[in-house]
């Protein structure tokens, strides 16, 4: 089948194709040498309607030529990941579209957040990094603190306040941080596997509190722009990567604090 044809049929537009068959997502089966015709067999119409789909689904093109060459078990895992992160971005959106309009319309006044300044001795913690996407971090922070938990156990030793996650990068739906997740501990402990036993230094630190809804992403982002801004206006420069921590697990009465350390000009 000839380009036009085989569009027709799959109901591609002939621009897509070829740019398809540039990217390797779907190639032709024959290029014409002299005329620079391209035919495709009717067996690769399953193939071209499953990239249709896919990009109706606004899956984006590096992903599509991941799939189309994926074995199914493969394609399922990569479709569900997919998925998990589309959801995290419509879930973003509707948590702030309705803010954001209430703000243009000045229909609500800007919560003002306390913080507060701590001085941070120095802690032993066990810890897992991991290079994730916003749509894998509620699970990973889980799974991550429940092997923490064994772990300190396991090696006869104490947890010794709130865990917590370090974020040394952005964590969204394109950028995977990484996040560090923590928990304080005490005794005589090894590290094993990923999982690693180091000191954080003493700092001094900017800390915002926040509680219920203003713990949901992205309500909590302004508690570290809180505590990043009272850090720049009073002639300080961070000293490290903010913490999260976790003082309840999420829900209706969720409490959680962002401690960012901060030191002298």
């Known amino acids: 089948m000839r380009i036009g044809p085989f569009a027709e049929a799959s109901l591609l537009s002939i621009k897509a194709l070829r740019l398809y068959d540039r990217l390797g997502i779907l190639q032709p089966v024959y290029l014409d040498p002299e005329t620079g015709y391209r035919y495709y067999q009717p067996g690769q119409l399953s193939t071209a309607r499953f990239i249709r789909t896919l990009r109706q689904m606004e899956v984006p093109l590096a992903l599509v030529r991941e799939l189309v060459v994926a074995d199914r ?3 399922v895992s990569l479709l569900t990941r997919y998925w998990q992160a589309y959801e995290a971005r419509v879930l973003l959106v509707r948590r702030t579209t309705n803010e954001l309009i209430a703000q243009l319309q000045n229909e609500v006044q800007q919560m ?28 990973t922070i889980r799974n991550s603190l429940a092997a923490l938990a064994q772990f300190v156990e396991t090696q006869h030793g104490q947890t010794a306040g709130e865990p917590f996650g370090i974020y040394h990068g952005p964590i969204n739906e394109t950028e995977n941080g990484p996040i560090e997740i923590c ?9 094993v596997d990923d ?3 180091k000191e954080l230094p003493a700092t001094k630190a900017a800390s915002v509190t926040v509680h219920n809804e203003m713990c ?23 000293a490290d990567s903010p913490r999260e921590v976790w003082w309840t697990a999420p829900g209706p009465e969720a409490k959680m604090e962002i401690v960012w350390p901060f030191r002298e000009r």
């Open 73 to 75: 078990d493969t394609a």
């Open 112 to 139: 003002i957040l306390e913080v507060e300044v701590k001085e941070l001795n120095r802690q032993q913690i066990a810890s897992i990094s991991k290079h994730i996407t916003v749509a894998e971090l509620d699970d």
């Open 183 to 191: 928990w304080p501990v005490n005794g005589k402990i090894a590290p």
């Open 195 to 197: 999982i690693v036993v």
């Open 216 to 238: 949901d992403f992205p309500h909590i982002l302004k508690a570290y722009d809180t505590a990043l801004d009272w850090i720049q206006a009073n002639g300080y420069e961070m």
